[in-house]
């Protein structure tokens, strides 16, 4: 039996992560063992907009060594964007544009590595090549700093950010110990995560003994009730001599109004953007009076590779990698999946989720994972995170600082006579 | 020939660092190989205030295992001050209460870990203690991440600033790059120093290959110039599609104003504390369109033990040594300095400054560490701070977290009847 050759499409998608070229990495490891399935492997300059504007990336031109070091790099490797494909409806013309691209470079294979307007962007993709009649093989790849994808049991790039989360939140707890007699008795971290939880959350942690850091966790989940804050942060520097708070940017006040934007006004009286840590701290000084600082660790959090979790970084390699094993074995519209065999010792599996149960579905954190006071967690959410910051994975220094690759990303030759205007 | 046993008092003080107690562990592990010279080392507790209160903390109680796990812990275990003993002639009784614990608890050696101001103290105990006829050996030990001591080629605590600057910058630069065709052009990390860019000039040491982040860098001294400074960025953004910038907390304007204290105002029409980073994005968004991102990593950037510099530990570890053995040697108010002994391969020594050289003498950065244009650092510069950061030095993990030990920092029973009013 003679198996067909064809060519493979991998794009990165939205928000870039610590481990999305470990993905990456083990898509195209994954690619290159099977050379007698997969040709080309080719990836979308900036994600899919490569793919729409024929602005391919040829990945055979880059050497084994540095596609092996994708697996310790951060970021996305060729470029990601945000450009969410309308649905079929409203802009036909883009999955007709893609289909065109593929046809005109033979590519039988849709790797799309992203959340979940991605996931849904795979399975339109899968639906409307059926419809055409293009035989196209289109599977999903999780990633998201959010872990707000439903079916798996976390998405890669979270277990990351958790980690970075905890260990900043631990070490500035003992900084802020250490000053807390003379000097600041405050210490407000502020987290990625607009709509969920899950990155405030990990802060939590980071405290594993009695009175240890962080002491307040501010959730996005739970509406900010300044008045049983300002108590909160009062009874904790009595107890402990000082606070420490993580912070989600997601925060709101009973007006459903995010507290970043709702307390400052720049010199021209427009609302601030970004940055409720200095909101938090300001409001603990003007009405209880301590000296404080504040960190945003913003893109830092998400980028820092240097303190990776190494079961993040595992779990990131073995979906791409199960991504392109799914792929060759005849799957198609689907995303595989981490499926937790145990949370102690931790253990766990690829699973598989068909595209259509992920798409525009947002995984939302328990209730129970918070304690009823609302600013801490549970055992059980401890139970859940903890497996997600095991183990480290260094990547290499030299000189003192970590080396990270950048790959030649040469061009393929365009066929298409034609461009693509980007709605 | 019998020599003198006499107990020692170690204290901490100012801002801590990473590294700080890696000196407290090299003073504490060399005060215990030489019992037959030095009896208990006692530790202040909140650093000189824990001496003027007699609130000290018996070190002897701590487990040979504990002190050893100082070297990895960020933080200043026995707490630390910002507490500036006044001059002689202002508050004597400050001097004269010193020496009352000490002769109360038979000490003998009088170890100061600190900056500028701590070398001060030291040396003003020195004095006053000779003056008085009480014997006392005085020794300063460097510390500050602001990297201002004269004589010592640099400071303990600098170095592992420094690496976490230069892999944060590094870091998010990947990120921004992958993210600039379509979302964030702009990121700025707001970085300490108050007076003096050495921090600032860290974060240059990632950009070691052309279009490298960090592409601008905003020092605190060089006077901000606006249209220089977004003429700049408008060209970055061209050439490289995106703009990574590194801005010092110190940074002011042609009027001498901090430039964080200078853009924005609260609800209340009061300057907002602290915050270049969002007001010079903002100022980007503003001026010339483009979407932005920024972190202020305050306490994170010396609290960052999990990325500490080795070079940083080792000698940190090793002024600590020194310390006692200077004091065991006979020396008297002197400080143990670096002292470079070769840039590439890199070598150094432990030298030895007189207290009266340090004591309020703060070492700027050279001009010519910056270049002309004001916003990079130049080869020199890079020569003197790339050894700094060499080598890792990670701390132990458990459960994904890095384990700092917490002391327990026994009192020492009292042996006075008078208290102590703090100024």
Redesign the interface.
Known sequence: MTVEKRNAFYA?SG??T?VINASACGVIQTARAHSDRIGTLYAGR?GI?GALTEDLIDTSRESDADIAALRH?????F?????KLKGLDKNRAEYERLIEVFRAHDIGYFFYNGGGDSQDTSNKVAQFSRAQGYPLTAIGIPKTVDNDLPVTDNCPGFGSVA?YV???I???G???????????KI?V?EVMGRHAGWIAAAGG??A??PGAAPHLILFPEITFDEGDFLAKVDACVQTHGYCAIVVSEGLRNAQGQFVAEA?????FGHA????V??VIA?LI?DRLGHKF????????Q??????A?R?DVEQAYALGRAAVEMALAGENAVMPTIVRLADEPYAWEIGKAALSEVANVEQKMPRDFITADGYGITEACRRYL?PL????D?PP?V????Q?V?LKNLAVPKKLATGFALA
Not at 73 to 77: M, N, R
Not at 263 to 267: E, F, I, L, V
């Open positions: 990165q928000g870039v610590a900036n907009i790099t951060p970021s996305g490797a470029g990601s964007c945000r450009y980690k905890a260990v900043s631990r070490e500035a003992f900084d802020v110990a250490s000053m807390a007699k003379t000097s600041t210490f971290m942690l980071a594993t003994t307390g400052t006004r720049d010199a601030q953007l970004g940055g840590a200095p300001q000084k600082h504040w960190a945003v660790a913003d893109y830092l998400r980028a820092a590779r240097h303190i979790s079961t903890r910051i095991l183990g480290e260094y220094y000189d003192g600082l970590p990270y950048t």
